[in-house]
């Protein structure tokens, strides 16, 4: 169920956890390396690694100090480890008793460990030891035994793997010659991440599926019906598109940004709907899961081309596009693959 808001809030919406006003990039708290440490929680850094990397790299003690190396090359000090599993070791018990990790921007990404892997991470991870945003790519996991590369040591078969900018426990199977990255996570602390929820407008991938056939209109009355299922306020839309009109143009670009039902903000303005590169945060379904449970997250969004007659019609000899609800990259959540009308599919739907 959602937050209840308040607007005294809405002064944490930076998303930002224990970093030192001021400080280094990366300098994150009770360390003892920089002014205000002693007033200050203390969380793990988590970033991408800004290479790629091909198989072989000497198993996952190859990847931590291949990790280890980036982040002393951009000097962030502290002690990183490779994000990776093998046949022997799955990732998450190499986290121990860590928790709380932020990216080296301070946004939140994830508390507890399992969050990594259950969908409930809070954003994806898709900022490397510099700072900068690496695109869409692969990072190598291992989350599944018998899907590591022979324990990353040989390119024949296949490994298990995330996207950076997904839910990492979308673990997908690539080829052992793919090119791909690391996922490097500090673990030495055991701050919890709070944080203050952003009043906004409401965002949400619909928890049920929608069938087209009754058209726009019919689509909009689905979304506000699921925003009063449970208890979100307002007017809402679904985020769709017709021969005439772009989704996007369904909506006002000015005034409160949308944010998630956790509070959690999707974009940054509500100008990023239109012309943004990412998400600032997950998209969540009404009732706040994730939107993660394949095939689900493929939500009917349209296009001008692929939109079942403004979806008046069930022929599945016609289509629509479909968006990736589960991507942090604003393009895929537009734009992915087609499926026919007769299909049923998530909405995307935008309060007003």
Not at 25 to 45: F, K, Q, S, V, Y
Not at 97 to 123: C, H, K, N, Y
Not at 132 to 157: E, K, N, Q, R
Not at 325 to 331: D, E, G, H, L, T
Request: net charge negative.
């Amino acid at each position: 169920m959602r937050w209840l808001f308040s607007a005294l809030l809405g002064a944490s919406a930076c998303g930002r956890f224990g970093f030192d006003a001021g400080g280094p990039l990366g300098d994150a708290g009770t360390d003892g390396t920089g002014p205000g440490d002693a007033a200050t929680i203390r969380h793990n850094r988590a970033f991408i690694t800004g290479a790629t990397h091909t198989i072989p790299w000497g198993g996952v003690s190859g990847a931590d100090g291949a990790c280890q190396a980036a982040a002393d090359t951009a000097q962030l000090g502290g002690t990183f480890i490779a994000f990776m599993g093998d046949d022997t070791n799955r990732p998450l018990p190499r986290l121990a008793a860590a928790r709380g990790w932020v990216d080296l921007a301070g946004s939140a990404i994830a508390d507890q460990p399992a969050e990594w892997f259950d969908g409930t991470m809070r954003r994806a991870l898709h900022r490397e030891e510099s700072g900068s945003l690496v695109p869409y790519g692969i990072v190598f996991i291992g989350a599944m035994a018998g899907s590591t590369c022979s324990d990353w040591t040989t390119t024949a078969g296949t490994g298990s793997i995330a996207y950076t900018t997904n839910y990492f426990d979308e673990f997908n199977i690539a080829p052992c010659t793919s090119t791909g990255r690391f996922a490097c996570l500090e673990t030495a602390y055991t701050a919890p991440l709070v944080e203050a929820p952003q009043v906004g407008r409401y965002a949400f991938v619909t928890s049920t599926m929608w069938l087209p056939g009754a058209g726009l209109l019919d689509a909009d009355a689905f979304c506000a019906a699921r925003a009063s299922a449970v208890g979100l306020p307002g007017s809402y839309k679904a985020l769709l598109a017709t021969v005439a009109a772009t989704a996007v143009s369904r909506f006002s670009l000015t005034g409160a940004t949308w944010v998630n039902v956790n509070g959690e903000p999707v974009f940054a303005t509500p100008g990023e709907l239109a012309t943004g590169t990412y998400l600032t945060a997950f998209l969540r379904t009404e009732a706040g899961a994730p939107a993660t449970n394949a095939p689900a997250w493929w939500a009917w969004t349209g296009d001008a081309v692929d939109n079942c007659n403004d979806y008046t019609s069930l022929n599945a000899g016609q289509s629509a596009m479909t968006g990736d609800a589960s991507s942090a990259q604003r393009s895929y959540l537009f734009a992915r693959q087609t499926y026919p009308c007769n299909i049923a599919r998530p909405l995307i739907c935008l309060q007003e």
